[in-house]
């Protein structure tokens, strides 16, 4: 597999398509540090480390639908930065997802998060992701 993100969102995409309650990933830190962001914003419901010794560990993340109308929290997952096209953007030229209801994914030498973080902390890095 050349490309672990994108492989973790399109594991993400496909559980929401068919309307799964409960994912399980394949774990790297990144991959971890992604989770968090999208707990925090309120993006899944819950998420579980699972580590095995000696093994890689898996992300069994629990996915957040509306109780109502079953929609999910997660309308669209976008990969932004490949491993054949870098992005990167700084302090300056910062994205802003559909004039800032979604999220930007970033990692930055702070650590991984969103756009708004970013700004705030004034530092720039790489696009990964777009959620909303």
Do not use: W
């Amino acid at each position: 597999m050349t490309d672990p993100i994108s492989d973790y969102l399109t594991r993400l995409r496909n559980a929401i398509k068919a309307n799964h309650r409960i994912v399980e990933i394949p774990s790297s830190n990144l991959k971890k540090e992604i989770t968090k962001v999208l707990f925090d914003k309120g993006y899944i419901l819950n998420y579980k480390f699972e580590e095995v010794q000696n093994h890689q560990g898996t992300i069994k993340i629990a996915l957040k639908y509306n109780p109502i109308t079953k929609a999910p929290a997660i309308r669209s997952l976008q990969r932004i930065s490949t491993p054949g096209l870098r992005k990167y953007a700084g302090i300056t030229e910062m994205p802003r997802v559909i004039n800032g209801l979604g999220i930007a994914i970033l990692t930055t030498s702070k650590g991984v998060m969103t756009d708004k973080e970013a700004r705030k902390m004034n530092v720039g890095g790489e696009v990964l992701c777009y959620v909303y």
